[in-house]
């Protein structure tokens, strides 16, 4: 399969730790990245790879993976950290783009 | 730092094309690898497909029989054209700089702020 898939919705409490995951047959081979979307804005790139993230991104994300399965982790969420988290990798072919069906992160 | 601007009609009649412009500042569109995405209201991201620095396309399966990509290195621009729109087509607009590392991923650094495309007559 070509697809990535991610849960629709997840919730954490106030500065807990929560997870995110993508899974998808293309993991195996490349590596995923994770977005970051608030409502009216363009995706941020938080976590690129294995664990990586850009200048700015608050070290509370981070970033892992197994076989097919990649995992976004926030540790002690914070209020700004209600989003929408899309995953990102390349299709079995590593040619073309893909994107998992996004996760909605409500922060109680 | 990379910018990234969308523009182009914002209505688009059913079964016309729909032609937007990307503009990069900051930086060169003579590298990189340089992508369209779009997002319907209310769902998720689609990518559609990038240009290289040397010209090469390539094309999401979906879309790849009515999407150019195209690019304009004198004005630092790269374009969408897509082809027999219709309401399903009706979209935010993204463009991106891609980049491969690693050997084995392929990001999406830098976005445009994104540009709605509504299909209706």
């Known amino acids: 399969s070509s697809d990535l898939t991610q849960d629709p919705a997840v919730s954490v409490a106030l500065g807990q730790t929560v997870r995110i995951t993508c899974q998808g047959d293309?993991?195996?081979?490349?590596?995923a990245n994770w977005y970051q979307q608030k409502p009216g804005q363009a995706p941020v790139l938080v976590i690129y790879g294995e664990n990586n993230r850009p200048s700015g991104i608050p070290d509370r994300f981070s970033g892992s993976s197994s076989g097919n399965t990649a995992s976004l982790t926030i540790t002690g969420a914070q209020a700004e950290d209600e989003a929408d988290y899309y995953c990102?990798?390349?299709?079995?072919?590593?040619?073309?783009?893909?994107f998992g069906g996004g996760t909605e992160l409500t922060v109680l | 730092q990379v910018q990234l601007q969308e523009s182009g009609p914002g209505l688009v009649k059913p079964s016309e094309t729909l032609s937007l412009t990307c503009t990069v500042s900051g930086g060169s569109i003579s590298t990189h690898y340089w992508n369209w995405i779009r997002q319907p209201p209310g769902k998720g991201l689609e990518w559609l497909g990038y240009?290289?620095?040397?010209?090469?396309?390539n094309y999401n399966p979906s879309v790849k029989s009515r999407v150019t990509v195209s690019a304009d290195t004198s004005k630092n621009q790269f374009s969408l054209k897509l082809t027999s729109v219709a309401a399903a087509d009706t979209a935010v607009y993204f463009c991106?700089?891609?980049?491969?590392?690693?050997?084995?991923?392929?990001?999406?650094?830098?976005w445009g702020q994104g540009a709605l495309v509504t299909v209706s007559s």
């Open positions: 293309s993991l195996i081979t490349y590596q």
């Open positions: 240009i290289s620095y040397s010209g090469t396309t």
């Open positions: 991106a700089r891609g980049q491969f590392f690693d050997s084995s991923g392929f990001l999406l650094d830098y």
């Open positions: 990102n990798s390349r299709d079995s072919s590593g040619n073309l783009g893909l």
